[in-house]
């Protein structure tokens, strides 16, 4: 299950929202969460949490493109964040973030949609240049 947020202004507290909904999901679901920050104008979860971005969002999109139907390899991309629960830091910049996900934002959802993890995008905030 794929679960985004999104801002139609900016993106005030969207990254928040999304690290709140995850780490509030009900344990009785028993599935592991993933937060994957896919803002266009650049991620702030390896900085502000001191994570890095290497490896994070590029490297999982590019494993994504090298491993058609196998698993989603979220450990070897993502940082464990506590019990079930992981963070997948993006780009630091906007320009490195659009050149990422451009042409491959298609095929990722598709990949994570049929993963039995439960994905939540911090897709940022909506502009009118995009």
């Known amino acids: 299950m794929i679960v985004t947020w999104v801002s ?3 993106s005030p507290g969207v990254t928040s929202w999304a ?3 995850a780490a509030a999901w009900p344990a009785a679901v028993d599935e592991e969460r993933v937060v994957v920050e ?3 104008d650049g991620g702030v979860l390896g900085a502000r949490y ?4 290497d490896p ?3 490297s999982l999109i590019a494993a994504l493109r090298r ?3 196998l698993a989603v390899p979220v450990e070897d991309h993502g940082r464990r ?3 079930g629960l992981w963070l997948v830091p993006g780009s630091e910049t906007g320009e490195q973030a659009r050149s990422v996900w451009a042409g491959t934002a ?3 959802a598709d990949r994570l949609a049929a993963d039995s993890r439960l994905w939540i995008v911090d897709a940022g905030g909506c502009t009118a240049d995009r």
């Open 38 to 40: 896919a803002d266009l």
């Open 67 to 69: 491993s058609e139907g």
């Open 106 to 108: 298609a095929v990722v």
């Open 50 to 53: 001191g994570l890095g971005v």
């Open 8 to 10: 139609v202004r900016g």
């Open 19 to 21: 690290l709140l909904v």
């Open 56 to 58: 994070g969002v590029v």
């Open 81 to 83: 964040a506590g019990e």
